[in-house]
Structure formats: structure tokens, C-alpha cells
């Protein structure tokens, strides 16, 4: 048993980051905004997008790139292990791909449910868990960011199954930061909704909704997200176990 009245050593910040669904929007953004601070950076989805592949040409040493399913374990192991061979260790993991969704609960189909699960909540636990038991077995600490969603925490009508995963999400992080005894700080970013090809299916009436709710008077700019989560990768604080909501007030 340790000694409670010991204080664990500070996790130092994350200088090797691996990024899921790094290929466009809000990952995309996360990829560059690491790379232009000056970390080492590991992306993948299923397609390497034009974008992402120039990042990697325009930073050789400092980017590992691919094209993997979130949900195929065995791709993934294969990728984690190529790019700690090129990149070094990995020290920082943000779980940011993700699939949306815009069906009725009633229309969702079985398949559809269960891909949306499989993607946004058994896909980022596995690797988690991955990178977690790497760091573990290694003797390193490390800092988790999960892309988590204002769905979590507040009710859309036809964003059932998806509002289910982040909600999903933001519980593991709290009882993963409780696990890891202070090893690897885990947290949350909460996003409001933002423009992206995942947010595309809202239409103008719900945008003009949202905006109107919102205090700071606009949508989230996924600008707006980089900066938090850079500090949680980054900066020394005691934030652990922590969803932190970037929406404007917009649920408040
Ligand atoms: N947009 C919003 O309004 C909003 C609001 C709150 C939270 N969020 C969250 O923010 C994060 C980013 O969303 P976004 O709006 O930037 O979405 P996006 O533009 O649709 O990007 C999603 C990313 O995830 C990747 N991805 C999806 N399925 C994958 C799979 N099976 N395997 C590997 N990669 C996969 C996509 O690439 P491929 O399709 O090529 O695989 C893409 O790189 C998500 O976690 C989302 O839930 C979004």
C-alpha cells in the first residue's frame, strides 16, 4: 500500500503524442497545433487525407502517419509499435476519432448502434489500454486527452447511441484517473457543437438555435479547443479526471 501522505512525482509534459482520427477537423487541427509547439506526433484514420500527409512531408522526423481502422486492435498494436520505433515512446495519447450520428433512436438501426459504439467507446477504451500498459511497462507517465462531446452531458434528439458513447467516455475518464494513482493524468474535453464534416448533418434552423443559446454569441471554433487541450498535455496542474466543457455557456 503506498503511503498516501507521499506526494507522487509531477507527470512531466507529453513530448511524443498520438492523435487518433488526426486526418481532418478537429484532429486535424490538434496534429498541426502539437507540431507547430514543438512535439513529436503520431496520427491516424482510415484515409491519410491530403492535409495530413503534407504534414508528415513537411515534418519528416517529427510525424508518424497512417491509415488505420480505430477498431481493428491488431492494426492499431501494429501501428503504435511503428510509430514508437520512429518517434520514440509514446507519452501523450488524445482519443479524438469518432463517428456522428442523425437518426431517431427509433430508426437506428442494430448494425448502426453498434458501429457507432464499437468507434467512439470499446475502439478509445482498447487503446487506451494499449498505450496505457506500454507506459506502465516501461516505467513512464504519461497524459490522456479524450475528445468527448456537450452530448455527454446535455440531450440532442438524434444523437442518442452517440450522446450514449460520450457520456461512456466521460465516466471512464474518472474512474481511469482514479486507477492510475496520478502515473498518467486523464481528462476530458467537452467540445459545444463546431463546424465540421461530422456536424455538416445540422441544419441552419439548429445551428441559428445553438448560436442563440450560446452567451459568447457563436459556435465553438475548434481553435477555440486546441489550447485546452495543449494544456493538458503540456502544463503542470493538477487537473485530473476532469471534463472540461469549451461551449460558450451554450448548456449552462
Ligand atoms: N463537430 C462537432 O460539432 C463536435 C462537437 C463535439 C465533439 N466533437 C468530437 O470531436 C472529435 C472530432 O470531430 P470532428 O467534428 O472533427 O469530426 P470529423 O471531421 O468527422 O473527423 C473525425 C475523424 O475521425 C476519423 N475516424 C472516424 N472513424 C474512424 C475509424 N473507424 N478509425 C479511424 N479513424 C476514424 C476520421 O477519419 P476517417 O473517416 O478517414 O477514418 C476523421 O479523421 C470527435 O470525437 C467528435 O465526437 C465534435
Redesign the pocket.
Known sequence: MSDPTMSAPAVPPSTVVLV????????LAIVTDLLDAGLRVAA????VTPELAKLADTHPGRTHVGS????DLAAVQAFVRAAEQHLGPIDGLVN?????QDSLHVHTATADLAGIVE?NLTAPLQLTRLVVRRMLAQGRRGRIVN?T??CGQRGFPGLVAYSAT?GGMDAATRSLARELGGRVLVNAVA????A????AVLGRTQLDQIVRRTPTGHLTEPDEVLPVVRMLLREQTNINGQVLVVDGAASI
Do not use: Q
Not at 491516424?44 to 484515409?47: L, P, V, Y
Not at 488505420?68 to 477498431?71: H, L, M, N, S
Not at 465540421?196 to 456536424?199: A, K, N, Q, V, W
Open positions: 487518433s482520427g488526426g486526418s481532418r477537423g478537429l484532429g491516424f484514420a482510415r484515409t488505420v481502422d480505430v477498431t479524438n476519432a469518432a463517428v456522428g468507434t475528445i462531446s456537450i460520450k467540445p459545444g457543437f463546431f465540421s464534416e461530422m456536424s
